[in-house]
Nanobody, 119 residues
């Protein structure tokens, strides 16, 4: 299970930090990432990070957002700075695969957290 936290309402230019923790008897986690979905738009990738720390960002957030993870805590973070109204949306945590005491799980999503940036 993935549980996000840290969303909210912020003015343009402000910052927010999202967290996502994977719970359960987890042995390994592959790529962890953040996606977002704005009203009326398709879900899009924001950033992701491998277990080794390699990162990948969508062009609109490069230089403003930073993804990081703590493998020991099975947690991924998204630091969002210089927020813009177009960053508004529901942010979802995603894991491509994880191995657990009950077997492997693939394409795991969190429930989402709302981020609203006012102009």
């Amino acid at each position: 299970q993935l549980m996000e936290s840290g969303g909210g309402l912020v003015q343009a230019g402000g910052s927010l930090r999202l967290s996502c923790a994977a719970s359960g008897r987890i042995f390994t986690i592959g790529v962890m990432g953040w996606y977002r979905q704005a009203p009326g738009k398709q879900r899009e990738m924001v950033a992701d990070i491998t277990s080794g720390g390699s990162t990948n960002y969508a062009d609109p957030v490069k230089g403003r957002f930073a993804i990081s993870r703590e493998n020991a805590k099975n947690t991924v973070y998204l630091q969002m700075n210089s927020l813009k109204p177009e960053d508004t949306g529901v942010y979802y945590c995603h894991v491509d695969r994880m191995t657990t005491a009950w077997g492997s799980r693939y394409d795991v999503w969190g429930q989402g957290t709302q981020v609203t940036v006012s102009s």
